[in-house]
T-cell receptor, first 115, second 111 residues
Framework: SAVISQKPSRDICQRGTSLTIQCQVD?????MFWYRQQPGQSLTLIAT?????????ESGFVIDKFPISRPNLTFSTLTVSNMSPEDSSIYLC????????????FGPGTRLTVT | LAKTTQPISMDSYEGQEVNITCSHN???????ITWYQQFPSQGPRFIIQ???TKVTNEVASLFIPADRKSSTLSLPRVSLSDTAVYYC????????????FGKGTMLLVSP
């Protein structure tokens, strides 16, 4: 298993600003992912964070809006850029140890409110 | 990508067995079936994964019929703390693909 921490746990931001969310894992992992979960909704995958290369974004998500870094096997950041109220959501980091398995471990999430 | 269909919500009482059925009519040969549980204000937690027949762990059982077009997550003797959203996912383990979460089933367990 893995213990995942996210910072900040929550934030209130003004529109037009950017917020960087950090995800730290207590052990080296193969895969790291970023999801978004809007209130009362299911999870939507934003991107797969790749170590040493550009993240792989899902349809509807672009690097300019959600730049992602993954400098090593235990850490990743997601930036929500030029925020609007529509970006208000919970952002979750998840990790897995095996590319072929479906067992992912999720962080506690970052609750973002954009005013 | 096989689409899944689950009931939006279910109600139960403490001590009862709860069965949540997921339909995945277009499941492919290489697809596995996975269930996650999500408590309020927490990230989802992996419960169980299976390919066919029956899988059991300390938390739940997963029943998959021969045609694999549906699956049933069985939670024995639920307690209040089992109140959560349960997601059924289908994903191919051939090559690599990402998880797609559907709407899930909100299980409410009452005293």
């Amino acid at each position: 298993s893995a213990v995942i921490s996210q910072k900040p746990s929550r934030d209130i931001c003004q529109r037009g600003t950017s917020l960087t969310i950090q995800c730290q894992v207590d052990s080296q992992v193969t895969m790291m992912f970023w999801y978004r979960q809007q209130p009362g909704q299911s999870l939507t995958l934003i991107a797969t964070a790749n170590q040493g290369s550009e993240a792989t974004y899902e349809s509807g998500f672009v690097i300019d809006k959600f730049p992602i870094s993954r400098p090593n096997l235990t850490f990743s950041t997601l930036t929500v850029s030029n925020m609007s109220p529509e970006d208000s959501s919970i952002y979750l980091c998840s990790v897995s140890f095996d590319r072929s398995r479906d067992e992912q471990y999720f962080g506690p999430g970052t609750r973002l409110t954009v005013t | 990508l096989a689409k899944t269909t689950q009931p939006i919500s279910m109600d139960s009482y403490e001590g009862q067995e709860v069965n949540i059925t997921c339909s995945h009519n277009n499941i492919a040969t290489n697809d596995y079936i996975t269930w996650y549980q999500q408590f309020p204000s927490q990230g989802p937690r992996f419960i169980i994964q299976g390919y066919k027949t029956k899988v059991t762990n300390e938390v739940a059982s997963l029943f998959i019929p021969a045609d694999r077009k549906s699956s049933t997550l069985s939670l024995p003797r639920v307690s209040l703390s089992d109140t959560a959203v349960y997601y059924c996912l289908v994903r191919s383990t051939s090559g690599y693909s990402t998880l797609t979460f559907g709407k899930g089933t909100m299980l409410l367990v009452s005293p």
